[in-house]
Nanobody, 116 residues
Framework: QVQLAESGGGLVQPGGSLRLSCAASERISGFYIMGWYRQCPGEQREWVAFTSSGGNTNYPDSVKGRFTISTDNAKNTVYLQMNSLKPQDTAVYYC??????????WGKGTLVTVSS
């Protein structure tokens, strides 16, 4: 069973930055997509970034230009650099790994709170 462990969440002021990390128990190069999602209380989980095994990245308009996903294959770790944070970015952030279209793995999440 693949294990994903997120870290790096916390409280940050609007306009600030955070970097989230997701450490995987297996080689991340073996996953065809790795991504980050977030979920606010009472809302559906939404994707905020993904990267493919081919190196392509994609972001929704809500975070494009502010968030950057990257990987370190040697450390089996995926990062999410978040800049210019807004209160509406407050959520629990989850790491996701896909080894096939029907095989998903999730971490337990890390809370990001953007508030003054």
């Amino acid at each position: 069973q693949v294990q994903l462990a997120e870290s790096g969440g916390g409280l940050v002021q609007p306009g600030g930055s955070l970097r989230l990390s997701c450490a995987a128990s297996e080689r991340i190069s073996g996953f065809y997509i790795m991504g980050w999602y977030r979920q606010c209380p009472g809302e559906q989980r939404e994707w905020v970034a993904f990267t493919s095994s081919g190196g392509n990245t994609n972001y929704p308009d809500s975070v494009k230009g502010r968030f950057t996903i990257s990987t370190d294959n040697a450390k089996n770790t995926v990062y999410l650099q978040m800049n210019s944070l807004k209160p509406q970015d407050t959520a629990v952030y989850y790491c996701n790994a896909k080894s096939s279209p029907t095989m998903n793995f999730w971490g337990k999440g890390t809370l990001v709170t953007v508030s003054s």
